[in-house]
């Protein structure tokens, strides 16, 4: 063997080795546990957080000593250090402050989080870490790793700390709020140091002295979101010499302080949003011919932005658009503008708004055409004539709003039958159109909202709706209905939340479960309701049913199950006895109308209830002295306890209600002088004390 071949057996044989060495060679493994400087600081944290009502950081325990298997928390696989922090709190869209309350961490977020150096992702929104100062922790400018920050729906104020352009690979932040006083910025050149940013919102965040913000969003290249709603922006009609992000794709500009003409806006020449909001500014005039250029549109919110007009040609090559939301402008003829949209959106378009336009003419038989529609909005215009059958072609459809307009003729089975996917369904106030479905008709849908009002839907009780046992809210108000309340009435609509009955001519009784029910509102005034009121829902807050044959007294316990009561009207009944002092319970309560029935004794002695602001008892039999708990009733402006038998001196403290602009207390038994104090009732407008024993000067 030669040297040469020698040389390449031994090369041979070492590569062999090699390849054996790396195949028996071990897979790198993950770090037993996280480190323990990292983990000292997630627990220096969890200090820091006084509530945690969904447990979110029960996982976070010194004796669990691989803080990368705790809750929220990711490490690197290779090293172990902490990368991403996951302790938002998931809220649906549109959240109550109750909802809020019980799911949020709440505390301060503590520097001991600068030891987590490798941290890329920190989600901490929804929740309040806001501590005693409530301020944006700029130590966050420090984690120079950061790629996403999010702490929108965090109650934050003071001002964005500057710091977070210290971030240099940030390419997502979020320090939006969704409603009340938020953060505010006089300065956001800081934007201009993060280069990779690709996601930015503000919403909420006062710019209100910045008037340069669109040169500095300018600068931001890769921008591909911007959110700027409720900023308090004053002006949008810059111009550039270069239009720099030309990526971006989704701009938010609603709901802020434009008062300009709308041609002369700079982001008319963004050919590449997807995404354009600008509802809630004033930004009057004609739309420009550029907007027919932005073909990538699939979202164009421009409602409530006063009188604005829209040329339907420009919406011709939109053919991209899902979502086109253009209420409240200007008059418009909709055989003209649904011909537009047919150019090229029939199959296309899932959301049409084209409220309060005061559009004309009658709704063509082109819009069963529009078959991937899941919302259509033409409330509140001035449409006229019939519904055409081709509605049922719109199978997708899911709310469907044509009230407020000038209807006529007759929705029927075959408008309805096609429509499976409907969930709401607004009619009322067309008083011409009539319901004209069979008894024995089973719909295909089950409906969530149904609004009839002042349409024609009796004179029987309609059987169509027993099937709707998922109603959240039903409006049949002045329908005609001569009926008797159905057998299933209450038990169909016990997921109710609003039932809306009033002015019609029904009869039967309130069911003696209802306390049951999930409602809270019930408007039942002006029908033939007999019976005696019955222990009422514990979430209700408003209850009308005046002008109807309630009989009886009133349970002990009837008031006080419904404890968050704000308005009550049970007046023009034959209610009798005394007034139960479980009356006194409803603490919220703001309006009380118990006129016009035979109550009789003293008013219960109610203390805390200080949020009245209409107390109405007049033509009954009660007696004893002017209820001593009104004192505190700052706000009271409306006050009538004539026509009873009360007696006794009128108070001086009734000239301490600064609001009252009604006093009638006529037809009583009041007796001694008239306070002095009744002269600081500057804003009272109606004054009746005749027919009592009241004698001296007037003051």
Known sequence: MDPTQQFLLFLLVGVAATLSLATNSPVPQRPAGCTPREREALLAFKRGITNDPAGRLASWKRGNHDCCRWRGVQCSNLTGHVLELHLQNNLPEYYSDFEFKVTALVGKITTPLLALEHLEHLDLSNNNLTGPAGRFPGFIGSLRNLIYVNFSGMPLTGMVPPQLGNLTKL????????????????????????????????????????????????????LRALYLSSCALTSASQSFSHLNFTRLEKLDLSDNDFNQPLASCWFWNLTSLTYLDLIMNILPGQFPDSLGDMKALQVFRFSSNGHSIIMPNLLRNLCNLEILDLGSLSSCNITELLDSLMHCLTKRIRKLYLWDNNITGTLPTGVGKFTSLDTLDLSHNQLTGSVPYEISMLTSLAKIDLSLNNLTGEITEKHLAGLKSLKTI???????????????????FRLEVARFGSC???????????WMVNIKELDIWSTGITDQL?????????????????????????????????????YLGSNQITGVIPILPPNLTLLEIQNNMLSGSVASKTFGSAPQLGFMDLSSNNIKGHIPGSICELQHLQYLNLANNHLEGEFPQCIGMTELQHFILNNNSLSGKVPSFLKGCKQLKYLDLSQNKFHGRLPSWIGNFSEVQILILNNNSFSGHIPTSITNLAKLARLNLANNNISGVLP
């Open 426 to 444: 607004d009619l009322s106030s067309n008083q011409y159109l009539k319901i004209v479905v069979g008894p024995e008709w089973q719909p295909p």
């Open 486 to 522: 159905p057998h299933w009435f209450w038990t169909t609509f016990s997921k109710a939340t609003d039932l809306v009955i009033s002015s019609n001519n029904i009869s039967g009784s309130l069911p003696a479960n209802m306390e049951t029910m999930s409602l809270e509102r019930l």
């Open 456 to 466: 024609q839907l009796g004179p029987m009780f309609p059987s169509w709706l027993q």
């Open 171 to 222: 390419q997502y932040l979020d320090l939006s709020r969704g409603n009340g006083i938020g953060m505010y910025s006089t300065d956001i050149q800081w934007l201009t140091h993060l280069p990779s940013l690709r996601y930015l919102d503000l919403s909420n965040v006062n710019l209100s002295r910045i008037s340069d913000w669109p040169r500095v969003m300018n600068m931001n290249a890769d």
